[in-house]
């Protein structure tokens, strides 16, 4: 008789090494090859096999190592996402300056000197990213006054460029990838400051969790699908990766710190709705009681302005229960600050979530025939209603003395 899921520990400096490891591989949403390389190398150290979409989605499967049951569990999905915010040159000017379009939706408040990889089709170029004013000395108070906007900046080419021509020789052109350099920062008190920890912290929290539960030995109930996705960032993410026996899904991702907020960069961040509507009751529910009876603190809260793998499962069609698992973070989509205790929590909820089998038991059927077997998310006392009881009007009116008792409505 298994003793239910055991908090796993999680090795703080591994996985600090595997988030360096991926902030180290540009992989703009578009660009991916290189992160998926990165990704099945380390899935082929842990020891878990995995299978590759068209496109390079990885999908990773944890095999139950339960003794076999005359009816078997359905399975569960993990997911994360490889790709990032990033690029692509969609205009050279006359002047050998480049314009950009953002992938993925973020602010150009962000892109704005960010140091930048242009990558052509044989080579790669350094460079900056500028407001169109960019010189005080020039344009003096006017550049306090430029508008927020993709068409306000131009990228500069570390090269010697004087025209279109000139870019033309080097063999960029429209439609190149630009990457923005990451620069993290580790600092000893824990905190972890970069670009793009949304979401290879999320990734190296996954990675470090399978790591662990596959280590220790513990039982492993259903199996686990973890699928690590390459365009989240551009909105279609897992809406084409979830396989038929999966119940539920579990999106892991940066969960945004700031004011009206419930997210936390210590423990983890369960938010019960985003833009694509409230996650399942039941998972979240699950996921939470999980976080207390083991110690993992936890936040509840609301994204306005949200979406997720997990969302995008849902959206395609996956009849499947999803929860989304974050890591607080300020800053979200732009200079990211979290704090490792946050992605070591995360890591271990995870390692449990591994080890706990189906939310509910009657997931163990696709298809239910009688709702008698479906579950119940309030009960029937919950749902009793206690109405009030008005005062018959006729009797009000017709009551010639004010001081004769009413009629007892008992």
Same mark, same amino acid.
């Given at each position: 008789m298994?003793?239910?899921?055991?908090?796993l520990?999680?090795?703080?400096t591994r996985?600090?090494d @595997?988030?360096?490891?991926l902030l =180290? /591989?540009p992989s $703009?949403?578009?660009? +991916?090859?290189g992160i998926?390389?990165? @990704?099945?190398?380390r899935?082929? =150290? /842990?020891?878990? $096999?995995?299978?590759l +979409?068209?496109?390079g989605?990885?999908?990773?499967?944890?095999?139950?190592?339960?003794?076999e049951r005359r009816?078997?569990?359905p399975?569960c999905?993990i997911?994360?996402?490889l790709?990032t915010?990033?690029a692509?040159?969609?205009?050279v000017k006359?002047?050998?300056?480049?314009?950009?379009?953002?992938?993925?939706?973020?602010s150009?408040?962000?892109?704005?000197g960010?140091?930048?990889?242009?990558?052509t089709e044989n080579?790669?170029?350094?460079g900056?990213?500028?407001p169109?004013?960019?010189?005080?000395?020039?344009?003096n108070e006017a550049i306090?006054s430029?508008?927020?906007s993709?068409?306000q900046?131009e990228l500069?080419?570390d090269?010697?460029?004087a025209?279109?021509?000139d870019v033309a020789?080097?063999?960029?052109?429209?439609g190149d990838?630009v990457a923005f350099?990451a620069q993290?920062?580790v600092l000893d008190?824990?905190?972890i400051?970069?670009r793009?920890l949304?979401?290879?912290?999320g990734?190296?929290a996954?990675?470090?969790?399978?790591?662990?539960?596959?280590?220790?030995?513990?039982?492993?109930?259903?199996?686990c699908?973890?699928v690590?996705t390459?365009?989240?960032e551009v909105?279609?993410g897992?809406?084409?990766?979830?396989?038929?026996d999966?119940s539920?899904?579990?999106?892991?991702d940066?969960g945004?710190i700031?004011?009206g907020q419930g997210a936390?960069?210590e423990?983890?961040?369960?938010?019960l709705m985003d833009?694509a509507?409230?996650h399942d009751?039941?998972?979240?529910r699950r996921?939470?009681a999980?976080?207390a009876?083991?110690?993992?603190?936890?936040?509840?809260?609301?994204f306005?302005?949200y979406h997720?793998?997990?969302?995008?499962?849902v959206s395609a069609g996956?009849?499947?229960?999803?929860?989304?698992?974050?890591?607080?973070?300020d800053?979200?989509?732009?200079?990211?600050?979290?704090h490792l205790?946050?992605?070591?929590?995360l890591?271990?909820l995870?390692?449990l979530?591994?080890?706990?089998?189906?939310?509910l038991r009657?997931?163990?059927?696709?298809r239910?025939?009688?709702v008698?077997d479906?579950?119940?998310?309030l009960?029937a006392d919950q749902l009793?209603?206690?109405?009030?009881?008005?005062?018959?009007p006729?009797e009000l009116?017709?009551?010639?003395?004010?001081?004769?008792p009413?009629?007892?409505?008992?």
């Open positions: 298994s003793e239910g899921p055991r908090l520990p999680i090795d703080a996985l600090i @595997t988030l360096l490891e =180290a /591989i $703009p949403a578009g660009l +991916t090859d998926v390389h990165y @990704t099945g190398a899935l082929d =150290a /842990i020891g878990i $096999p995995y299978e +979409t068209r496109r989605t990885l999908r990773a499967l944890l095999r139950r190592n339960l003794p009816r078997q569990n399975s999905a997911v994360a996402h790709d915010l990033g692509m040159v969609r205009e006359a002047n050998g300056r480049l314009s950009i379009a953002p992938i993925g939706t973020w150009s408040r962000w892109a704005e960010g140091r930048v990889t242009v990558f080579a790669r170029y350094r900056s990213v500028l169109l004013m960019a010189s005080g000395h020039v344009y306090d430029q508008p927020v993709w068409d900046l500069r080419v090269e010697r460029i025209s279109a021509a020789k080097l063999g960029i052109q429209v990838f350099d993290p920062e008190n824990g905190y400051v970069s793009y949304d979401d290879k912290a990734v190296a996954l990675l470090c969790a399978l790591e662990a539960v596959v280590k220790s030995g513990v039982p492993v109930p259903m199996d699908h973890a690590f390459l365009t989240e909105g279609s897992a809406r084409a990766v979830i396989e038929e999966v539920e899904v579990i999106g892991v940066i945004p700031a004011a936390g960069d423990g983890v961040t369960i938010p833009s509507g409230p009751y039941h998972l979240t996921l939470l999980l976080c009876q083991h110690g993992i603190p936890s936040h509840r809260d609301v306005r302005f997720s793998d997990a969302g995008a499962a996956a009849d499947v229960r999803t929860a989304l698992l974050c890591f607080g973070t800053a979200t989509h732009g200079y990211e600050r979290t205790s946050s992605l070591v929590h890591a271990q995870l390692a979530y591994i080890q706990s089998g189906p939310t009657e997931d163990r059927q696709r239910l025939e009688s008698q479906f579950s119940h998310q009960d009793a209603r206690t109405d009030t009881v008005l005062p018959d006729g009116v017709t009551r010639t003395d004010p001081e004769t009413p009629p007892d409505r008992a």
